[in-house]
């Protein structure tokens, strides 16, 4: 055991005891929580619980250096640390286990992740930022093992950021990048590629970022020797630490359950990171697990009894009391009642936990039984009813669903009944459902007035004299002003910086911004994502490019997991605006010419996917977005750059909505709804249509989430009375999505008067070459015939079979 650190002269012995005592309570409040909580959950009070326990002692030295303004991103063991810096009560640990829907009661996500899961409010409640510069900030956990490490490197470099670029308004942010991001990961769950992927990240880039290692040896059941080579994660790291000639990592490694020599390594970990913008990582050997995983099973199946009376007596409590005692700290007696008040604190807090979350659900059942009992008293089938009432009435820790299926099943029984009782039950339900089902629901968006669906559109305008140029000069300029006028954004990607983007849209930005704000960065799609989360989080506005659709793939884990439900997690309280550039669609072979968006609209619900047909379109979009708070994804079309358009005269002004669809061709005998490349060769399709009679409507959807906010394309099939959509991703795909919107939500069936139709491309990933992509891909003769077929149908005298 390492030796009591001396305590430094301008604080008293008595300061030092003061502190150590305090964070011995600290550690054992969070253990008895843990030990508490897992019963709440073996006696069916709560679901599932994944604790912090045998992981406490190294987070007191954290807490000590965890200063004003940095933020953590960490996982489910972390509950000691945010006890530590004042953002978790005892009640409010008890309420995230139950599940209690407030945002008060459970300030980590109102109910919405299990326990476990932390976050802090980055938000007021109009969505606009708090002072983060002064405040302890956790970004909200998700569950995905090591999903958490992509977003701590755009944390992290927000910092750099903020210390190195000038003319951004730091104020509610930053203090000259003093401020570091703190990661936590499992030892098992190193051995994902995330992790790995950011350690390299972060160390080309250099950021303040400390991520500390929690290594008990297990994942579960499974040993450190099926998880990582040498079972030694820091060992193996060790190619990053830095040395004379070289920049790297900090390396440290520590016992878990020494805690001075814990304090000492967390205040240089502080040190180097806070000062010099040096990653460190910090590899946590030796800690326990003391009840287990989780509440889904016992760890006595799969540890043997050396391991489990290791753990015992290694236990990282255990041996700070041994400590405490043996330098005259505490005496054991002292220890002990202290102990002894801390599990009366923890069953009280529990138990107000529970009534809290409890009572309004009472409350609600009581009114819907005394409903449903009135009207059982004048129904015919009052005996079935009132089983219904007795058996909710046994229920004695009832949910909401309790409530709403008693009172739907009554209703049942009621049908061809009419009274007065009957209506007041169903208004009350009706009115119970509307107000409870947004604690569960609401937040997928913004519901700030920056919501982009408020952005107003803002036509492109044209001089008289305008030229067509190539299109990607309408990219270009268009962003350079927006760099001139918002000094938060950048951007940053594979090829990004020094040639300006493979297609040239970036030429010349990285010379006139500098290579912070234009920057080239490796090929790592997931933590290009992270990175822009991260930076999004603490106020930039980060524009991720991710090179082609096609490898979107890598980081849409990311999307899907972590900013698509960064608001909805966290009921509103935390916000990553982050706007991600690819371009994709219609180009040749298997994997360039991706336009995968059925998969991708799916995942990403809580992000707005953009895909617009030209670049101005294109332009006008990131235009709309840096006035919003929202994240979301734009396609430009990467056949587009060198086609030509009019340069407008308001570059960086004109903004697309979002959600509005375009009609480019009127036509009265179908209508034609697409997106993307694929709508130019609708168009060619409709030219030549003209020929043969057939006048076709065109509609551009341009935004597929969210889509045809207006009801503009049913308008369009009540007057043409047909429909078909046509798009390059796969059968089913989102042409069924856009199908399905504009049939059911749209009511479009009332309309129709042939068979709606749908033309993909084929199941397969497109074929190599010109060839491979006709006999892949809907092409003009595919999208002419088909119209035609549909009006052969109809009408097989003027339309005779063509082939
Ligand atoms: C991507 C992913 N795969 C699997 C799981 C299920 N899972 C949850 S925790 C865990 C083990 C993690 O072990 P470790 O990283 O060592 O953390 P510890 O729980 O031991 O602290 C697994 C496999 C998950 N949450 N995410
Ligand atoms: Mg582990």
Same mark, same amino acid.
């Given at each position: ?7 430094? +002269?301008?604080?008293?012995?008595? @300061?030092?005891? !003061? ?58 063991? !972390?509950?000691? $640390? ?34 476990? #899961? ?97 290594? @008990?040896?297990?994942?579960? +059941? *499974? #040993? ?53 913008? *040096? ?134 029984? $009621? ?52 030229? $067509? ?41 990285? @010379? ?72 994709? #669609? ?5 994997? #360039? ?107 551009? *959807?341009? +935004? ?97 079979? $063509?082939?």
């Amino acid at each position: 055991m390492t030796t009591m650190t001396k305590p430094s +002269s301008d604080i008293t012995f008595q @300061d030092f005891k !003061d502190e150590i005592l305090n964070d011995y309570k600290t550690a054992l409040t969070s253990r008895e929580c843990s030990l508490l909580g897992r019963r709440e959950v073996l006696t069916g009070k709560a679901k599932f619980g994944i604790f912090g326990d045998g992981k406490e002692v190294p987070q007191l030295a954290w807490a000590k250096v965890f200063k004003n303004g940095d933020f953590r991103s960490g996982y489910y063991r !972390d509950q000691t $640390l945010m006890m530590s810096i004042g953002k978790l009560s005892i009640q409010q640990f008890f309420a995230g286990l139950y599940g209690h829907t407030s945002i008060e009661a459970d300030p980590m996500s109102a109910g919405r992740q299990m326990g476990g #899961h932390f976050g802090t409010h980055s938000l007021y409640e109009d969505g606009d930022w708090k002072n983060l510069t002064k405040q302890k900030n956790s970004s909200a956990d998700i569950s995905p093992t090591a999903g958490q490490m992509p977003r701590l490197l755009g944390l992290a470099q927000a910092s750099k950021i903020y210390r190195n670029v000038k003319g951004i308004d730091t104020t509610k942010f930053s203090v000259e990048g003093n401020e570091i991001a703190w990661g936590t990961i499992g030892n098992a769950s190193t051995s994902e590629g995330l992790f790995f992927e950011t350690i390299n990240a972060a160390g080309v880039l250099q950021v303040p970022m400390v991520i500390s290692v929690w290594d @008990d040896e297990y994942g579960i +059941s *499974v #040993h450190a020797r099926h998880q990582t080579t040498k079972e030694n994660i820091s060992e193996i790291l060790k190619g990053f630490q830095r040395d004379k000639n070289n920049k790297g990592y900090e390396i440290l490694k520590v016992k878990g359950w020494d805690y001075t020599a814990l304090v000492e390594t967390y205040q240089k970990a502080e040190r180097i990171a806070r000062e010099e913008h *040096v990653p460190v990582l910090i590899h946590v050997i030796e800690l326990t697990q003391p009840q287990g995983h989780s509440t889904s099973g016992s760890h006595e199946r799969y540890k043997n009894k050396e391991r489990l009376d290791w753990e015992k007596e290694y236990d990282c409590i255990s041996q700070m009391k041994l400590w405490m005692i043996a330098n005259n700290i505490a005496t054991e007696e002292e220890l002990d009642v202290i102990h002894k008040n801390i599990k009366k604190d923890v069953r009280i807090g529990k138990k107000a936990a529970w009534n809290a979350f409890l009572q309004p659900i009472l409350d609600e059942k009581a009114q819907g039984v005394s409903l449903i009992a009135a009207a059982a008293q004048k129904s015919a089938n009052r005996v079935f009813i009132t089983k219904i009432i007795n058996d909710i009435s046994d229920i004695q820790e009832p949910g909401r669903k309790d409530v709403v299926v008693a009172c739907r099943k009554a209703l049942r029984y $009621l049908i061809g009944e009419d009274f007065s009782e009957k209506t007041a039950l169903q208004n009350w339900l009706n009115a119970y459902i509307k107000e409870v089902q947004p604690k569960y629901s609401s937040h997928l968006h913004s519901t700030s007035k920056w919501s982009a669906l408020n952005v107003k559109e803002v036509k492109p305008t044209y001089n008289k004299d305008t030229e $067509l140029v190539d299109a990607r000069l309408i990219i270009r300029d268009n962003f350079d002003s927006i760099f001139n006028n918002y000094p938060e954004t950048l951007i940053f990607g594979e090829d990004s910086g020094n040639i300006g983007d493979v297609n040239q849209g970036l030429e010349g930005l990285q @010379d006139k911004y500098g290579e912070l704000r234009v920057a080239d960065v490796g090929i790592r799609e997931a933590t290009i994502l992270g990175q822009g989360i991260g930076m999004a989080m603490r106020g930039l506005r980060p524009i991720a490019e991710i090179q082609y659709l096609d490898y979107i793939l890598y980081a849409l884990q990311i999307m899907s997991d972590d900013l698509a439900t960064l608001q909805y997690r966290t009921k509103g309280k935390q916000k990553a605006p982050l706007i991600i550039r690819t371009r994709g #669609h219609r180009l040749e072979g298997i994997w #360039h010419s991706g336009s995968q968006l059925g998969g991708i609209i799916n995942l990403v619900r809580g992000i707005h996917v953009l895909v617009p047909r030209n670049m101005t379109k294109a332009a006008g979009f990131y235009n709309t977005l840096l006035e919003s708070d929202e994240p979301a994804l734009i396609i430009e079309c990467l056949n587009g750059y060198r086609l030509k358009e009019k340069m407008p005269s308001n570059i960086g002004e004109f903004k697309t909505p979002i959600g509005v669809v375009e009609t480019v061709k009127e036509g009265s005998d179908i209508t034609l709804v697409s997106y993307g490349s694929t709508l130019r060769i609708v168009e060619q399709a409709a030219k030549e249509l003209i020929e043969v009679g057939i006048n076709a409507e065109v509609i551009d *959807v341009q +935004s597929l989430l969210p889509f045809d906010l207006n009801h503009d394309i049913v308008k369009s099939v009540a007057k043409t009375n047909r429909l078909m959509v046509i798009d390059e991703d796969v059968p089913g795909g989102a042409s069924a999505y856009i199908l399905n919107e504009i049939v059911n939500t749209q009511n479009g069936f009332e309309h129709l008067d042939s068979q709606p139709k749908t033309l993909s491309a084929k199941p397969h990933r497109p074929a190599y070459g010109t060839d491979g992509d006709y006999f892949s891909k809907p092409s003009s003769e595919d999208i002419f015939e088909a119209v035609y077929e549909v009006m052969h149908e109809v009408n097989p005298e003027d339309f005779p079979k $063509l082939r």
